[in-house]
């Protein structure tokens, strides 16, 4: 038998797991990288770690959202992802996808009384 | 301890994806350094700090893959062990007889015997581990289940995918195929370990003669296609014990192995020089008949009934066989119609 207190980490991390695309894309207008990314996330309210953020990217990449560009420039190179043409269009789908889940989600909330 | 960490993470993923994640991933790794540390060096503890909250490289290492490897995947891996099962099973049985009969031909040699027996038994275990394992990797890796069961190559799932309730008739129960497998093994063992001849026994006082059924050097010569032969029966048994009910594509398959063994026996069966000749005149060697009585006279007549009609017993058996298989496509074309 789980413990209710891990019911509800696991519940709440799945939940954020769902949020994890949507708040990188709308960080991605200026270029950043991995690390710099994780910082501002975190800044912002959102919690992810570097190991599940970097492959993240990669994948993001792979699938034609992001670019990306090793900057040699500095002592260190860093490899900079930036929203493509098909990524800025792919996250305003998805912010409509988000006003429509959470309007939904509201009307669900607001009958049980907990909104 | 970096350059550990980083090698543990990038060799187990594909070759042309490792350098630029090795980049990445130091520099990740310095980054995290840099956090801790300022300008300053980063001394062992903190380097082990970093690397810990990175964590195991190989779920790191996973989620750049973003897919599990699996040899054999939890689909398959059920049938996987059945068949193992079935084929160990099949393996020390057939070995046991072998070495039984070993035994009671030759009872001298027990110790050569037993020590082949066990070499038998371990090598034996090795390679059918290895073949069963191959092809089921195989499967696993080149063939989607999904790809399988779809009707006109269709991706999702629909209705029309249901298959019907199954009607008793056409459900093939367990042991069959299981059985099937077990006895082909066996025999397969008998002839290539055995050298391939049937021997009948009989004790003459002072010793046991061996009376050849078949002319050893005659089925040593057929062994290659013997050992098709039974590949064919094996592989018929393996299909049925994959699908578990009789379907338009399983009675195909029948059939066309059917043919085959039947094309095979044939052309085995059809050389006389197959049979030992010797036969009738062993069995009065061996001191059973009496060589000019009647048993005598008689056996000749039947030996040389079974060796000109065995290719006909042999047809007679794949017609039968045939019109057991076909008889099964009645209910099919019943079965199509349940709702």
Redesign the interface.
């Known amino acids: 038998m789980q413990e209710t207190s891990e019911i509800i980490a696991a519940l709440t991390q799945e939940l954020r797991r769902g949020t994890i695309t949507i708040g990188v894309l709308s960080q991605l207008f200026e270029p950043q990288?991995?690390?710099s990314l994780v910082t501002l996330l975190a800044e912002k309210g959102m919690e992810v770690?570097?190991?599940?953020l970097?492959?993240l990217l990669?994948?993001l990449e792979k699938q034609g959202l992001l670019e990306s560009r090793?900057n040699t420039d500095e002592a260190?190179?860093?490899?900079y992802y930036l929203l493509s043409e098909t990524g800025r269009h792919v996250y305003a789908k998805l912010c409509e996808e988000w006003k429509a889940i959470t309007a939904g989600m509201v009307k669900l909330m607001e009958g049980s009384g907990e909104l | 301890m970096t350059d550990r960490y980083v090698y543990a993470v990038t060799h187990r993923l594909p070759q042309n994806q490792r350098p630029d994640i090795e980049r990445e991933l130091r520099g990740l790794i310095a980054d995290m350094l840099e956090e801790r540390v300022g300008q300053g060096e980063a001394d062992g503890g903190q380097v082990e700090e970093v690397l810990a909250e990175l964590g195991d490289p190989a779920v790191l290492a996973a989620k750049y893959r973003g897919r599990e490897r699996y040899l054999i995947g939890p689909g398959l891996f059920d049938t996987y062990v059945v068949v193992l099962k079935v084929v160990a099973a099949s393996i020390l049985l057939g070995l046991t007889v072998a070495f039984l009969v070993q035994l009671a031909i030759q009872p001298l040699n027990i110790l050569d015997a037993f020590i082949d027996y066990v070499t038998g038994l371990i090598l034996g275990a090795v390679q059918g581990f290895a073949w069963v394992t191959l092809t089921f990797a195989l499967i696993d890796r080149y063939v989607d289940p999904r790809d399988l069961k779809r009707k006109g190559g269709r991706k999702r799932w629909s209705p029309a995918d249901l298959p019907p309730v199954p009607d008793a008739k056409l459900s093939i129960k367990l042991a069959e195929p299981i059985a099937g497998i077990f006895f082909n093994v066996v025999f397969l063992i008998w002839f290539v370990f055995a050298a391939g001849w049937f021997a009948v026994n009989v004790g003459s006082g002072d010793g046991v003669t061996v009376i050849h059924l078949f002319d050893p050097d005659v089925i040593r010569g057929y062994l290659p296609l013997i050992l098709v032969a039974f590949a064919v029966a094996i592989l018929r048994e393996m299909s049925k014990l994959l699908t578990r009910r009789w379907t338009i594509k399983l009675v195909a398959w029948h059939a066309v192995s059917s043919v085959v063994l039947l094309v095979i026996g044939l052309y085995i069966f059809t050389d006389a020089a197959i049979w030992h000749a010797g036969f009738v005149t062993d069995w009065a060697k061996a001191g059973l008949i009496d060589a000019s009585g009647e048993a005598f006279a008689s056996l000749s007549d039947i030996w040389s009934f079974i060796q000109t009609r065995t290719p006909i017993f042999i047809a007679i058996g794949f017609v039968i066989d045939l019109a057991m298989i076909l008889w099964k496509l009645v209910p099919m074309r019943r079965q199509a119609a349940t709702p």
């Open positions: 990288y991995g690390y770690e570097a190991g599940t970097y492959p990669r994948r090793w260190r190179p860093r490899k």
